[in-house]
């Protein structure tokens, strides 16, 4: 669900601003901090910017159709006043 890519830049970010006595430590800190980063965002109740898309252009296509049935409602409403 997040990239990869993303993940690892911020824990890179998060080892970089660690004091060097804990980045000593080396690898194991690395992955601890890893695997808590995306323990915490697979908890988070989002969507992928992909899946947020494509929804996006369902709604686009949606509204649009919607669009489209009121305006035909009305002119069959306005020829249904006019026989009357």
């Known amino acids: ?16 601003s660690m004091p060097q006595p804990v980045k000593d430590l080396g690898a194991d800190v690395d992955q601890k901090v890893r695997q808590v980063l995306q323990g915490q965002l697979s908890k988070l109740d989002v969507v992928s910017r992909e899946e947020f898309d494509v929804q996006t252009q369902v709604l686009l296509r949606t509204r649009q159709k919607l669009n489209e049935l009121e305006t035909k409602l009305a002119d069959i409403e306005a020829k249904l006043n006019e026989k009357e």
Do not use: L, S, Y
């Not at 669900?1 to 080892?15: L, N, R, V």
């Open 1 to 16: 669900m997040f990239d990869a890519k993303k993940i690892e830049q911020i824990a890179k970010q998060i080892h970089d």
